[in-house]
């Protein structure tokens, strides 16, 4: 598929979205064709990361980037992708949850060495239980 021209490119994004959006018309030729084809895989193809989880991914990295675009983006796309309110307020908690306790680990230097032993030892006794 390399090197088609940008009408074929836009015809296609068209074909698949319904319309070309204003984000990939500004996109210059030479980027237009690996950047659909990224979208279209990432976005929209199946991966081994399910799309529905995929967009919850998402939802929660940009609540902590704040970027409007990709938060309304990825809310929509998981909830046409089958994610519950539920599900997607549960994202966003989880990261700010994690986004917390790396605050307070990184502020407070927390000697990472033994934050890995630490670790070993509570998978090992987690995994002993199971």
Known sequence: MAGRNRGEIESEIK????????FFAEIPDSLLE???????????????????YKELIGLAIHSETKC???????TEAAKMFGATDEEIQEAVHYAKNSLGWSAYLNGMRVDYDGFVQELNQIKDYLSAKA
């Open 15 to 22: 074909e698949t979205l319904g319309l070309v959006p204003a």
């Open 68 to 74: 409007r675009y990709c938060t309304l983006f990825h």
């Open 34 to 52: 690996a950047e659909w084809e990224i979208f279209k895989t990432l976005e929209l193809g199946e991966t081994l990361i399910p799309n529905k």
